[in-house]
């Protein structure tokens, strides 16, 4: 034994140095293994000393050997037999420290069996840790009959030791390549990211780079779809691979034992590590098909939605890294980051969009355009900006009817809704269910809806609609609906119709509240001209006659006078005298009150008596040639009387041109003198008070005055409209089914 082991302390030494430079020296781990094999075989006088790793599965490879040459043959390398309970690797693996056994013949199981059969003896084994793990262990063999000597393994464990650094130090290494590999190519894919490339090309990229990082033969990314689905939208394979693993628009359902499906049904990493035998559904046998034996999946979610996967895939037999989840997990951030990005630039986009749509209608709005306007431009920009194929806004009638009053359809449908149809509120749809409950209603599937709404939406080919209701000063007034022949609309079309039936409201209420201010203006307008009327035909009827009458009775007691009286004729002359200048005065009192002219001869004579009275030239062209309705009479003179007045005032004109013209329905006056300007309507000019008369009758009043240009004041009349807007005549129910789209 002595002769055996009688290495002095000075070689040992020396063993270990030789190794510890080659490790120092970053030589490559299979050249230090070589190395510290042959190093512990002379140095321990052994027959054999191998190097052995474990690895997955229970089973164990040589990766270093070396043998003296009592050895016949070659040293086997890279065998991988299995570990067992009565083997010195088995033990070292079970219990993390060194371990021996001395006669292989006493042994029994496998283990023993191979070491008789290669005419082992006796082995001993020492520990290779490796961060603080059991890698592997290097072993010394006896063919002889006597025992290693006992302190074998402490000398093994010096080596040993070294042999661990080795591998740390190589670790090391290829850690720090992956990682800037890693790194590298999240970079790649951040890039795309934060240029806003499009999600399909981001998609492309990290199914490429995922890949080649992780040495796997596809990678793909699945999206799961509304209708339980998945369908892949991005896809890589190994070049050589026979056919595309995943290609790009393959839709698989959900079911069974495979990748897509368990991420979406738990929301967490998968792994099959034999799609042979553990794996089932449509999905993995597409998977076995191309060949794939072991594949990997993370789930992707978007701002907390599960959106899709990422998944890879291996045509070996062995598994993929443990750590290929944590590898991939880098980028299905950078994936959800490009999808919500994506999403962000299509909200804004849709928001920016939105938000000119209601700028153009509150523009309208804004401008008191009727309501008839409204309607139309609110179903036109809500069917373009929601691209649905149809919109269309609904009264609410007392009658129990609903009114079509603005609708919008895509060009293709080629047919068009008539305004005013009128439609019996009956059944499950969408203006029923509005009207019945007050609140949005939606119906993803018309083939349920009934009532005549319902027959038409199935007439025209719809499949889903949405109503929202449109509500006036808390009164439900109608609904604004939006539909769609291809599914269900999205979940926030109800929230987007909203800002549309507000500025409906907002048209309506404006609407009533202008009918309401011009039936009011007209009927004190009436009530001042009946109060007019009255009085001239009181004064006229009254105080005028009985004036008439003293002066006939004045004038009788003048006669009566005898002669020579000359102070009582003079002074009942001079009361007479007196008395018809009071009449006269009254006379002009009642005429200024309701024009006499006016009433007798119409609008042209009663403006040639007022160009006869002004003290200001007036150039006159009346072509009014019929009597107009008394309203726009009265307002017509009194304007021209109004603006002939304020020019004797203050214009210091020299000449005054007067228009009037009765045509398309409209009465159109024009007063302009060449005087100094500078006036307006306001500041007590008398002209607002005509303002009002001219507004209530739905005309328009202007003054044009710049400072030393003269004064031009315009009034337009319309003849026909001479009061509030009047309520839309019904056109009865609906008898037979309408070729025309539906309302909801």
């Not at 034994?1 to 270990?16: P, Q, Y």
């Not at 720090?176 to 795309?192: K, P």
């Not at 290609?247 to 990748?259: I, K």
Request: hydrophobic share 45%.
């Amino acid at each position: 034994m002595a002769s055996r082991t009688g290495v002095g302390t000075d070689e040992e030494l020396a063993a270990l140095q030789r190794v510890a430079t080659l490790v120092a020296r970053q030589r490559s781990p299979e050249e230090v293994f070589a190395s510290v094999t042959a190093e512990v075989g002379r140095l321990l006088g052994v027959d054999l000393t191998n190097l052995i790793r474990y690895d997955a599965g229970g089973a164990v490879t040589v990766i270093a050997g070396w043998a003296s040459t009592s050895v016949p043959g070659p040293v086997s390398v890279d065998i991988r037999p299995k570990l067992g309970k009565h083997s010195v690797s088995g033990r070292v693996l079970e219990t993390g420290r060194p371990a021996r056994i001395d006669d292989y013949a006493a042994e029994s199981g496998p283990a023993a069996d191979l070491a008789r059969e290669l005419g082992v003896r006796g082995m001993v084994g020492a520990p290779i840790i490796v961060e603080r793990r059991v890698w592997g262990l290097m072993a010394v063999v006896t063919r002889r009959e006597d025992r290693l000597p006992p302190d074998t393994e402490a000398r093994l464990a010096r080596f040993t030791e070294l042999v661990a650094t080795a591998i740390a130090n190589a670790q090391a290494h290829v850690q720090l390549r992956v990682f800037a590999e890693e790194q590298a190519a999240l970079r790649r894919v951040a890039t795309l990211v934060a240029g806003g490339a499009p999600p399909q090309e981001v998609f492309a990229a990290v199914a490429s780079e995922v890949g080649r990082l992780v040495d796997a033969d596809s990678a793909g990314m699945g999206r799961y779809d509304s209708d339980g689905t998945t369908t892949i939208v991005g896809s890589w394979n190994r070049q050589g691979t026979p056919k595309p693993h995943m290609p790009v628009g393959t839709r698989w359902t959900h079911g069974g034992q495979n990748l897509h499906t368990l991420v979406f049904q738990t929301g967490r990493p998968a792994r099959i590590d034999d799609y042979d035998t553990t794996a089932s559904g449509p999905g993995a046998d597409a998977w076995r098909s191309y060949g794939t034996r072991a594949a990997v999946g993370l789930p992707i979610r978007v701002q907390g939605r599960l959106w899709g996967y990422l998944g890879i895939a291996r045509r070996l037999a062995a598994s993929l890294a443990a750590d290929a989840e944590a590898r991939l997990a880098g980028f299905t951030e950078l994936v959800a980051t490009a999808l919500a990005n994506a999403q962000a630039r299509t909200e804004l986009c849709g928001f920016a969009d939105e938000q000119a749509a209601l700028r153009r209608v509150a523009t309208l709005v804004a401008q008191a355009a009727p309501p008839e306007a409204v309607f139309a431009a609110v179903v036109a920009e809500v069917g373009r900006l929601l691209t649905v194929d149809y919109a269309v806004l609904t009264r609410y009638d007392p009658d129990g009817l609903a009114t079509v009053v603005g609708h919008w359809v895509l060009t293709d449908l080629q047919r068009s809704l008539a305004v005013g149809l009128r439609i019996e509120l009956e059944g499950g749809n969408i203006a029923t269910q509005v009207a019945e409950t007050g609140r949005s209603a939606r119906i993803d599937d018309y083939t349920t809806a009934s009532g005549a709404f319902a027959d038409i939406a199935r007439d025209w080919g719809f499949r889903a609609a949405v109503g929202v209701p449109i509500r006036v000063e808390g009164r439900l007034w109608g609904v604004i609906s939006a539909g769609s022949r291809s599914g269900p609309l999205p979940a926030d079309t109800e929230a987007r119709l909203a800002g549309f039936t507000e500025l409906v409201a907002t048209a309506l209420a404006n609407a009533e509240a202008q009918d309401q201010l011009t039936a009011s203006r007209a009927r004190i307008v009436a009530t001042a001209d009946t109060t007019r009327r009255r009085i001239e035909r009181d004064l006229h009827d009254g105080v005028q006659q009985h004036l008439v009458a003293q002066a006939l009775e004045l004038r009788a007691a003048r006669e009566a006078v005898p002669v020579g009286a000359t102070d009582l004729a003079t002074r009942l002359d001079r009361i007479a005298l007196g008395m018809g200048g009071a009449l006269d005065e009254l006379r002009e009192i009642a005429r200024g009150i309701h024009p006499a002219a006016l009433a007798q001869g119409g609008l042209g004579p009663a403006l040639k008596t007022l160009a006869r009275r002004s003290p200001v030239p007036v150039r006159l062209n009346a072509r009014v040639d019929r009597r107009l309705p008394e309203p726009v009479e009265l307002a017509a003179y009194y304007v021209v009387a109004e603006a002939l007045t304020n020019t004797a005032k203050h214009a210091h004109a020299s000449v005054v041109d007067v228009s009037a013209a009765d045509g398309d329905g409209v009465l159109r006056i024009e007063v302009h003198d060449d005087g100094r300007g500078g006036g307006h309507a306001g500041g007590g000019s008398g002209l607002v008070g005509l303002t009002d008369r001219v507004e209530a009758l739905g005309g328009r009043l202007t003054v044009h005055s710049p400072p030393g240009a003269g004064t031009t004041l315009r009034v337009t009349l319309p003849i026909t409209a001479t009061g509030p807007r009047q309520p839309q005549a019904d056109t009865g129910r609906v008898s037979t089914l309408p070729t025309a789209p539906p309302s909801g």
